[in-house]
């Protein structure tokens, strides 16, 4: 360990911690818990956003929030609700391009003892984080500038679009792609991984896909210890689903990332063990990849696990090496021995000796500590 990373680790991380809302606020307090258990000081800057806010507040996402993501640099963050049909943006959409954290980082691994079909299971998803689809680039029905572009797409391209519609656009760029390719061979380096496959539908979207897999392929060339191949998106999820096991990195544009990340999450054991992060040049924010599940809010219900693993990602990130490898291997002892999980990892779903949420977080603690 280095002098800095010595004074760094005894001083302690400011992290900035966002509970959200739904079951959010119960598997942020459980994982606050077993990361503190690691021994690691933290200073949580603990920051509301999500549907409590929007009552009070008119917003779900307060500007504080991202300016205490500037300060501090790093969050963690458990789900927040985008309520449909209030033309509000999602406030993870917002966080990511605010923060311009372009690469969402969706690791999916099997452990021992999780109800799954498959068992070897060890992809990481790399899925760009701030266009595509999701650039937020829409034309609502009825609106004027959806009138004028169907208008001038009418004069253009396409001669006969009904305007009873609605419009978005799909927008990738070489810079972003550059950045996000560069990101997963990186990646990949780092973690020694072997190959980096690219995923897209260039086929028809020969342009927005295109442009994707070609950056791609020039990108490949800087990497040539990295084995690379490319896989058209509807493929990819038959393979996914036909042979896991002959894929290691997978980088994507944003909207098959994210679809993907879920399928590959379904691969694992489900949602309940499924982390993520979201990282930038400057910036880093964890979550799980599930949302807020408000059906099971305040329960004391659903499974922590996939906030717990999101905060061994951030444990890596602040290069706690054995912190984190500590905290992984004591959610995959419970995992493997079964006893003390939450619903989803029993058998039957009505199963009456599952456990809540802060019954994992008390079993990870013990574990943690008899480790030590
Ligand atoms: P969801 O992930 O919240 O829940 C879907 C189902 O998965 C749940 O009903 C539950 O059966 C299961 N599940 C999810 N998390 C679980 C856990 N930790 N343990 C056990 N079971 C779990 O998906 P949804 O219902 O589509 O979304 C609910 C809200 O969350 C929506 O408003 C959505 O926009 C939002 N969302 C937020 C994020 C985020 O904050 N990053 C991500 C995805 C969805």
Known sequence: MSL??????????DITLIPGDGTGPEITEATRRVLEATGIEFRWHVQEAGMSVLEREGT???????????????????????????????????LRKSL?????????????????????????????NTEDLYAGIEFPRGSPDLNELID????????????????????????ATRRIVH???????????????????????????????????EVAKEYPQIQFE????????????????????LVLPNLYGDILSDLSAGLIGGLGVAPGA???????????????????????????????????????????????????HALGAIIAEGHYVTYDLKSAPDDKTAVGTS??????????????
């Open 278 to 328: 979201n990282i930038g040049q400057e910036y880093a924010v964890f979550e799980p990849v599930h949302g807020s599940a408000p059906k099971y809010a305040g329960q004391n219900k659903v499974n922590p696990m996939a906030m717990m693993f999101s905060g061994v990602l951030m444990l890596r990130h602040l290069q706690e090496y054995d912190a984190a490898d500590r905290l992984d």
């Open 60 to 94: 779900i996402l307060p500007q504080r929030v991202i300016d205490s993501i500037r300060k501090t640099k790093v969050g963690l963050k458990g789900p927040i609700t985008t309520p449909i049909g209030r033309g509000l943006r999602s406030a993870n959409v917002t």
């Open 100 to 128: 311009d954290l372009y690469a969402n980082l969706r690791p999916a691994k099997s452990y021992p003892g999780l109800r799954s079909r498959y068992h070897d299971i060890d992809l990481i998803i790399v899925r760009e």
């Open 4 to 13: 800095t990373k010595k004074a760094t680790a005894a001083m302690g991380y």
């Open 183 to 217: 990101f997963a061979f990186q990646y990949a380096v780092a973690n020694r991984r072997h190959k980096v496959t690219a995923v897209h539908k260039a086929n028809i979207m020969r342009h927005s896909d295109g442009l994707f897999l070609t950056t791609a392929h």
């Open 359 to 372: 019954q994992v977080a008390d079993a990870v603690i013990a574990r943690l500590r008899a480790a030590h």
């Open 230 to 249: 490319d896989r058209i998106v509807d493929n990819m999820c038959m393979q996914l689903v036909q042979k896991p096991e002959q894929y290691d990195v």
């Open 152 to 175: 001038w797409l009418g004069e253009h391209h396409q001669p006969h679009l009904d305007k009873e519609a609605a419009i978005s656009i799909k927008y990738i760029s070489v810079a």
